[in-house]
């Protein structure tokens, strides 16, 4: 497989299991939300570069907000729906 075939196939799977991920998490408090917007922004910029062909920063934007989302919950910032109910 071409490195470029492989490079869209991985922004494509982790971009829809992002996408499944960020309904089920919720800020527990302000710096939660601002986390979750810059999350959200940065899945935004990945669609927006995969869309140009710009695969390098798609892949990099949507490593950025994987990152946020599990900074946010393993300092307590952003909870996944299981542990709020």
Same mark, same amino acid.
């Given at each position: 497989?071409?490195?470029?075939?492989?490079?869209?196939?991985?922004?494509?799977?982790?971009?829809?299991? *992002?996408?499944?991920?960020?309904? @089920? &998490?919720?800020?527990?408090?302000?710096?939660?939300?601002?986390?979750?917007?810059?999350?959200? +922004?940065?899945?935004?910029?990945?669609?927006? *570069?995969?869309?140009?062909?710009? @695969? &390098?920063?798609?892949?990099?934007?949507?490593?950025?907000?994987?990152?946020?989302?599990?900074? +946010?919950?393993?300092?307590?910032?952003?909870?996944?729906?299981?542990?709020?109910?």
């Amino acid at each position: 497989m071409e490195l470029v075939e492989q490079l869209e196939q991985e922004i494509d799977r982790w971009g829809a299991k *992002f996408d499944d991920l960020f309904p @089920l &998490v919720h800020a527990v408090d302000g710096k939660g939300k601002e986390l979750m917007t810059n999350a959200r +922004g940065y899945r935004e910029d990945s669609k927006y *570069f995969r869309e140009k062909g710009d @695969l &390098v920063r798609s892949y990099e934007c949507l490593i950025w907000a994987w990152a946020i989302v599990e900074v +946010g919950r393993s300092v307590g910032r952003i909870m996944s729906q299981s542990q709020k109910d």
